[in-house]
């Protein structure tokens, strides 16, 4: 019984690391080939072009931060986690968070 819902629970890891990085991986394609056209090919590389930059970045951290917590058995219930796990879980999510509400702070703020 327990290793049937570590099964299910490794499966549904799998699915969410995959396809995090499949679209992540599009995107970045897409993006590059749009900021390639915008900035060398017409030479009008503006501020939307910026801000899609930046919202790659940020995908590309949320690719990161499904990566940590892949590591750290993200997804498993509680009884399979580790002590280090679940603090490593929480010091990622809780990072992840600051850095959004700073971004925000500064998006409100205009700087």
Not at 41 to 52: N, P
């Amino acid at each position: 019984m327990a290793s049937d819902t570590y099964a299910k629970d490794q499966w549904r890891q799998n699915e969410l690391v995959i396809t995090t990085a499949v679209f992540t991986s599009l995107s970045v394609l897409i993006v590059a080939t749009r900021t390639f056209v915008r900035a060398v090919l017409i030479r009008k590389f503006g501020l939307d072009d910026a801000c899609i930059l930046v919202a790659m970045f940020f995908s590309v951290c949320y690719l990161a931060e499904i990566l940590v917590g892949r590591a750290n058995n993200m997804g498993h219930t509680m009884d399979t986690l580790s002590l280090d796990n679940m603090l490593n879980i929480i010091k990622v999510l809780s990072h992840l968070l600051l850095a959004q509400l700073r971004l925000d702070g500064q998006a409100c703020l205009g700087f």
